[in-house]
Every structure is written in C-alpha cells, then in structure tokens.
C-alpha cells in the first residue's frame, strides 16, 4: 500500500485501523501532513475535515458521546494544539475518549525562532489521562518497536475504564509530503484493554453493606451518565428500600417516576428550614459525573453526614460534598448488587419524606406554568413537552442546563451537556458531533445566546449534517448573571450580563443553516411542525426565540417563592 513515506507514522495509522479508532478528526496543516496522507489513503477510516481545532475536539467529544469508543483528533503544531485545551479539559473531567495527535517540530528546532513552534511535550499535563511521544525519525527495527509499543500503550490507555482523554505528540522532519510503499514488517496485533481493578476487597464490602443495612437515613445522588439504562434495574431494587432516598438528575438518563426524585432545585424549595432536620441523611452515595443543582452541593456540605462513599472509576477522586469517608473504585452494578441484597429493617420513611415533596412540587410547577407570563421559564416548558421521541438533547451550558433540570425528564429522550467543566464553548461543537455521529437520530441542541456567538465556528464544518436542530434562546446576553445572588445587584451587572443586539441570521446564511425567528409562543408553536421535519437539502435548522424583552429573572424569583410558600 502507498502512503506516507515516513514509516513510523505510516506504522501508528495502521495501528489505530487495527484497533477500530475508524473516526478521526482532521484539521488542516503542513506538519501534519504525513498523518493527514496516512489517514487519507486508509479506506476503514472516516475523516472529517474541520478547520477550527477548538470545534474540532468538541465535535470530537460529541461523536464519542454518541459512539461510545475513542475518537481521534489531528493537529498540526504550534497553536493549533493549545487549541484543543478547553475540550480536552472536558474530556478529562468527564471521561471522554479522546485521542489526541499532535505533529510537532523537532526538539532541535523548540525555541529556535521557527514558526508554529512551542513546547508540545507536556501541554495538557494538568488534564490528561496519560501522554506520550513518539521518537525522532526511527528507522531501525529496535527504534520501529518502539513506536509500535508506545502507539499500543496510547490506544490501551484511551480505551480503558476509566476513560479519559490521551495526548500523543509525534515530532516529524521535513519533507513531509512524500509517499512510498509500506509493508509492514512487524506485526500489527489488536490491543488488549485490562479491566479495571478494584480498590474494595471483599471484606470491606461486606463491612459497608452492614453500615447500609444498619443506617436509617440513606440518599443516593447519581449525576451525569451518558447512558444509564445499566444501572436502572439494580437502581430499581434498591429504591424499594424504605430508608433510601433516590436524587437524579436528568444528566443521569435515568427514570422512574415512581421512586427517584427528579428535580433536585424544585423539590429542595418545597423544604422549609424547620424541616431540614428530618430531610437531612446519615450516608450519602454520590455515583456518576458532576452534578448541576449547586443548591444540593450547599444542603449537602451543610448536613450532618456519617458516611459518604464515592463510587465508580474516575480519573480524579472528587469529595463533591466535602465529607467523602470512602473512595469506592468498584464497578456501581456488583457494589449494588450487595447493597439490594441487606434487608432494610429499619422502620423508616426516609424515601418516603423525599419524594412526597418532589409530588408536592410537581403539583405546584404546573399551576405555575400554566399562568407563567412569556419568559425563558415559559419557553422552556414548551420546548421540552415538543420534543420528538428517541431524540437527543444537547443542553447548553448556565442557565440552560438549569431550566431544563426544572422540568421532568423527557420519556424515551437522551440527555447530553457538557458538565465536566462546564463552560460555555463547545455546546453547538459537541451537537454537531452528535448529529455527525448518528444520521438517523435527530439531535436538538438548547443553547444560550452567548454560548452560541462564542461557539458559532461550530456551524463551519464540511459535513454539516440536516439531522441537527438548534433552539437559540436569546435574550440579549448572559441572563444567568442576573438570577445569580449578587450579581444583578453590583454596579457592575452590565458587564456581567454583557448585553449586546446580536442575531443568528447572518450566521446562519454564511452556514446554510434554514433559519427561524419568533417572539411569542405562538409563533414557536406554529413553526414546530415544520422545524423538526427534514428537508429535501438535508440541511440544519435553527431557530431563534427572543426573549430578551421579558422579565425573565422575576418570573424564575417568583417560580422559586411560590414553590417555598405553604399554599
């Protein structure tokens, strides 16, 4: 086979076919070159062509949401990789496998004035799973050995629990455009990816399931989960338990509306400060990535907590409660599985406390809603009851994701966001992969209007694909800063709030994305039927609902207060 002349790198794409790393994300570039040939004359590997390195990553990070296995991303050096930093953050807090290729100059030519030239080895230290490099110009069998054992390692570290993001540098000479016939002459073998090992022997398993039986007050929180139909079963057993509250988030895509607790903010509201007592637990079990809701990050740092277990494997052990008493790397389902087993002998009505509140809440956000005035609060209701079935959401981030946690979680919908970090710029990025990833399944994105003004490279991908639909809230700049306690009072509000008289229209022409713009429910209702169906052109559809006029952080106060009030 013809390919990249340069044998080591003609040796890692062949690697990575091997191992099923068929995605591969490219952006433009000449020290990159030999990879983008390697890559490009391989027929099991999809390449998507995406400019922007920072969009890159972020469709990287949707794909391998939506794929569930690593996804490769490829640079050139210089900037182009610090590009990559903010997703593979992301990545790294929220257990995405990401591959990450990085050409670079080599080391002679680091700090020697050359352009597209810093230092590469060691760039994401803080927020990578594992790095490694490849070594200069290798040509002997002992050197070509190498390069395979590091390649293997890379793809080994990527695929295994717990996942995570993982950086490969490889230094390349000049020229860079040459091809040859490659014929491997060692054998290019399928990685083996370990199982996790547990930190948990088996007697402090069984010492824990003894505190679970013993213990009245026990709450179960579990946060963001890409999907958590595994865990629903076991989840189900244990709900039945009468000391055991159940707290999702519908980050978590888990459901039962007879057991769990919902809407954490909703139903923490309905709980006065006289009851708190009662409502507080004795044994917290925290599963899952982050959580949303920072008003049960405060109850639950305030509480008077006994036993406070973190469970599953993750590349950092966070204490999200400030009272974590033990560290659980065990895989959830056989931890759960013992905990199902205890009988639950001690008379209490602790699940019972939780979920009257969340059925007193639900009760009172619908009177609610049903007189709200037009407002966010108001929009959301709407955009989340006309979601089509089996569709994926991507929520963006501040006050978006926030909304949604108010409002029931969708039957049969997928719940996506970027929670590991949180920040606003890889929403429309992260759809976009999702969408990419699966053609047959429609992908709505909610997003804020800043978050999509920061992410708007995001629409500038060659394979922009038609099963993408994008509600943009827009109400002219960061809304979140003036339902933060603090913020709208300060003097400084407007630059927090940042206002500004932008719109997506323009955008949206220079993309080829159908566009759409309302002002009332009204007219978002009119304009649905016609938004979700796919065209002739196969192309992505936006829509832009301004609520910029309304009062949206009083409605959302006053929301708060009637669900705290006893009527």
């Not at 494997?313 to 065990?330: C, V």
């Not at 609060?377 to 994701?401: C, E, K, R």
Request: proline share 5%.
């Amino acid at each position: 086979m013809e390919t990249t002349n340069i044998e080591s790198v003609a040796y890692l794409v062949a690697i990575l076919t091997k191992n099923d790393i068929s995605e591969v994300i490219v952006s433009p570039g000449s020290r990159n070159a030999p990879i983008t040939i390697a890559l490009a004359r391989q027929s099991d590997i999809n390449i998507h062509l995406i400019h922007d390195e920072r969009v890159a990553a972020f469709v990287a990070i949707g794909m391998a949401d939506e794929l569930k296995k690593p996804v490769a991303i490829v640079c050139t050096s210089g900037s182009a990789a610090l590009n990559y930093a903010p997703a593979v953050a992301e990545a790294y807090y929220r257990l995405v496998p990401l591959l990450v290729i990085t050409a670079d100059r080599p080391a002679f030519l680091i700090d020697q004035g050359d352009g597209q030239c810093i230092r590469q080895n060691g760039i994401y230290h803080n927020f990578i799973k594992a790095e490694f490099k490849l070594p200069e110009q290798a040509s002997t069998v002992k050197e070509m050995e190498e390069v395979i054992a590091t390649v293997e390692e890379a793809i080994q570290s990527v695929s295994s629990i717990p996942r995570g993001p993982v950086h490969l540098n490889v230094p390349l000479y000049e020229p860079l455009y040459n091809v040859a016939e490659f014929n491997p002459g060692q054998a290019i073998k399928k990685v083996n990816v370990p199982k996790p090992l547990p930190n948990v022997k088996e007697s402090k398993i069984n010492e824990l399931g003894e505190i679970w039986r013993q213990t009245k007050r026990k709450l179960i929180i579990i946060g963001q989960l890409n999907e958590g139909q595994d865990l629903k079963p076991i989840i189900d057993q244990i709900a039945e338990q009468r000391s055991v509250a159940i707290l999702v988030e519908n980050t978590s895509n888990l459901q039962n509306f007879q057991r769990y607790c919902h809407n954490i903010d909703r139903t923490l509201a309905m709980i006065s400060e006289a009851e708190i007592e009662n409502f507080e637990p004795e044994l917290i079990l925290q599963i899952g990535g982050a959580i949303v809701s920072k008003k049960i990050k405060v109850f639950l740092r305030k509480a008077k907590v006994k036993h406070n277990w973190r469970l599953g494997y993750r590349l950092i052990q966070e204490d999200t409660f400030l009272s974590k008493t033990a560290t659980l790397q065990i895989s959830p389902i056989t931890f759960l599985k013992v905990l199902s087993n205890q009988e639950d002998t001690t008379n209490s009505n602790f699940a019972n406390l939780w979920k009257t509140k969340d059925l007193l809440s639900i009760e009172k956000h619908q009177d609610f809603i049903l007189n709200a005035p037009y407002s966010d609060l108001a929009v959301f209701d709407l955009l989340l009851d006309t979601l089509p079935d089996d569709s994926a959401l991507q929520m963006g981030n501040s006050s978006v994701i926030r909304y949604c946690q108010l409002f029931n979680p969708v039957q049969g919908l997928k719940y996506y966001g970027n929670r590991g970090v949180s920040g606003i710029d890889g929403s429309t990025s992260t759809a976009v992969g999702m969408a990419i990833a699966n053609p047959n399944q429609l992908v709505v994105l909610i997003t804020g209007d800043i978050s999509f003004f920061y992410d708007s490279n995001g629409l500038w991908v060659s394979d922009l694909p038609g099963n993408l639909r994008i509600f943009l809230i827009n109400n002219n700049g960061g809304g979140i800063f003036n339902i933060l306690p603090g913020s709208r009072g300060a003097n400084e509000n407007k630059l927090f709030v940042a206002p500004h008289q932008a719109n997506a229209k323009g955008i949206c022409e220079a993309y080829q994305v159908d566009y759409k713009k309302v002002y009332t429910l009204k007219e978002v209702e009119e304009n649905m039927f016609d938004f979700y169906q796919i065209e002739k052109n196969a192309r992505p559809k936006l829509m832009e609902v301004y609520t910029g006029e309304a009062n949206n952080h009083v409605v959302l106060s006053d929301y708060f207060k009637m669900l705290s009030s006893k009527n």
